[in-house]
């Protein structure tokens, strides 16, 4: 079992930055950032397979970094140009699947959850 605690949120003007961060109590194989927007479905937004390959969705793409600290077990999302749809509570994400047939992406599996972190950017 993996326990994840996120920090980080808060409230931010648009075009301004944030970085969140979680901590994970042990190795991850496969890590991501979730958001869930306010009367919206969770999506995923970013992932980072223990090789540093990254994945993200296109409306983050270019704004945001997913990065990850494989010693201190610590994942960071980078916020930059946050804009108002960007409101939500965003959700730390890990497995330990192996990647030998199988993947690290935005449509991955994923066991491990934090209990979320809000970031808020008022229009």
């Known amino acids: 079992q993996v326990q994840l605690v996120e920090s980080g949120g808060g409230s931010v003007q648009s075009g301004g930055s944030l970085r969140l961060s979680c901590v994970a109590s042990?190795?991850?194989?496969?890590a991501g950032w979730f958001r869930q927007r306010p009367g919206k479905e969770r999506e995923g937004v970013a992932t980072i397979d223990h090789y540093g390959r990254t994945h993200y969705v296109d409306s983050v793409n270019g704004r945001f970094t997913i990065s990850s600290d494989n010693v201190k077990n610590t994942l960071y999302l980078q916020m930059d140009r946050l804009a108002p749809e960007d409101t939500a509570t965003y959700y730390c994400?890990?497995?330990?699947?192996?990647?030998?047939?199988?993947?690290?992406?935005?449509?991955?599996?994923?066991?491990?959850w934090g209990q979320g972190t809000q970031v808020t950017v008022p229009s």
């Open positions: 042990g190795y991850t194989i496969c």
């Open positions: 994400a890990a497995n330990r699947r192996s990647l030998v047939g199988g993947r690290c992406d935005l449509k991955s599996d994923f066991d491990y």
